[in-house]
């Protein structure tokens, strides 16, 4: 469940999800993730994440069970409508190459038919929210900024019609270290200050305990554990126990190796 008094803006019961092939890559997957919550999708390659992800957006649609967004199945919405009520982040941004950083920000108010006037203050007012100066960045093209600019810009983008819900798959991944520790950190802060519905997904261990209000926890399409920061940190599930063996061994080799 979601945290006790969170309006619940997405729901999942009991969704699972089948190939044509008959292959099962999700099975009785229960969650809600309310307003204000980062839930992280934690899981190694091919535990399910992105297609969880997939089933909010109807990318793709359960074969069992059914997903909810703000309380109506996303069979009942209006594939288009539903993703327009949806920021989508990925972590190679998906700008568009041709288009200036104000063109890429503002396609989806374009699309609802916003005036200029407001396109242009919205998207100076989405560069700053992200820490970037619209009076520098503005004009510029995708191939004129850094890995750590374009995914700001993306971000900015995925915002551009204060959707309720946001969802971000690995949208740090590609980043060096000191950007991606960067990111993070404005990240925190933003969804603070906007009260998102947020699904993020990861294999990272520390980004999860970072950046969740929640954590689930999967491995190999089913839901192994729904848990606090705290409680993964002292769960005793083989898989959550796994990752936190995953993250220390890293924070050794961080450090120079066994003490």
Not at 18 to 28: D, E, H, K, V
Not at 79 to 105: D, K
Not at 108 to 127: G, M, S, Y
């Amino acid at each position: 469940m979601s945290e006790p008094g969170n309006e619940i803006i997405i729901e999942f019961r009991q969704a699972g999800y089948r190939l044509p092939s008959g292959a099962t890559l999700l099975r009785n997957i229960s969650f809600a993730v309310g307003r204000g919550e980062t839930l992280v999708l934690l899981g190694r390659s091919g535990a399910g994440k992105t297609t969880a992800l997939k089933l909010i957006n109807r990318l793709v649609e359960p074969s069992e069970g059914e997903v909810l967004v703000e309380r109506r199945r996303t069979t009942d919405w209006d594939p288009i409508a539903l993703r327009r009520h949806i920021g989508y982040v990925i972590q190679e941004t998906g700008l568009f190459p041709h288009y200036t950083v104000e063109r890429n920000v503002s396609l989806l108010p374009r699309l609802e038919r916003w005036t200029d006037q407001q396109v242009h203050t919205r998207a100076q007012d989405l560069l700053r929210l992200v820490g970037l100066d619209p009076g520098i960045f503005l004009e510029r093209y995708p191939h004129e900024l850094s890995g750590g600019q374009r995914q700001r810009v993306g971000i900015a983008r995925a915002l551009a019609a204060n959707p309720p819900i946001l969802l971000m798959d690995e949208p740090f991944g590609s980043l060096d270290p000191l950007t991606r520790a960067e990111i993070r950190a404005e990240f925190q802060a933003l969804q603070r200050q906007l009260g998102k519905a947020i699904v993020l997904v990861t294999h990272d261990t520390g980004e999860a305990l970072l950046l969740g209000t929640r954590i689930a926890l999967m491995e190999a399409g089913e839901l192994k554990g729904l848990y606090s920061p705290v409680e993964l940190a002292e769960s005793q599930e083989p898989v959550a126990v796994a990752y936190r063996a995953q993250l220390r061994g890293l924070e050794q080799f961080l450090k120079g190796g066994p003490q």
